[in-house]
């Protein structure tokens, strides 16, 4: 079983036991944070932006592979830049060069 199995197993038996109480605050502190969420995902402003047309073509390739509308993983994205939340996986970097190529010059 792995750990996360493991701590679900725990949880479970620690609420079948009556060890979880309500919170006082309950109700007050779900409203809270339902409303910062409804603030933090509200998307009341347009933006247009120019990319190329291989980067739009990645990100909605990746958008497929997620299953989500490219536009949505695009604000997802930018939300975890501005956040400090977007994390680069260190073990799948692909990195593209921005040069240009040239011709290889013959010899001879």
């Known amino acids: 079983m792995d750990n996360?199995?493991?701590l679900e197993e725990?949880?479970?038996?620690?609420?079948e036991k009556g060890e979880w109480l309500p919170s006082p605050n309950g109700q007050s502190e779900i409203a809270r944070f339902a409303a910062m969420a409804s603030a933090s995902l509200a998307k009341d402003k347009r933006v247009n932006i120019r990319i190329?047309?291989?980067d739009l073509d990645d990100i909605q390739a990746k958008a497929a592979e997620e299953a989500i509308p490219y536009q949505t993983l695009?604000?997802?994205i930018l939300?975890?830049?501005?956040t400090g939340r977007l994390v680069e996986p260190q073990n799948n970097l692909i990195r593209r060069s921005t040069r240009t190529r040239t011709k290889p010059t013959?010899?001879?």
């Open 74 to 76: 695009m604000a997802s």
């Open 52 to 54: 190329s047309s291989r």
């Open 10 to 15: 725990e949880i479970l038996a620690s609420f």
């Open 79 to 82: 939300h975890k830049y501005v």
């Open 4 to 6: 996360e199995s493991t």
């Open 106 to 108: 013959r010899t001879g």
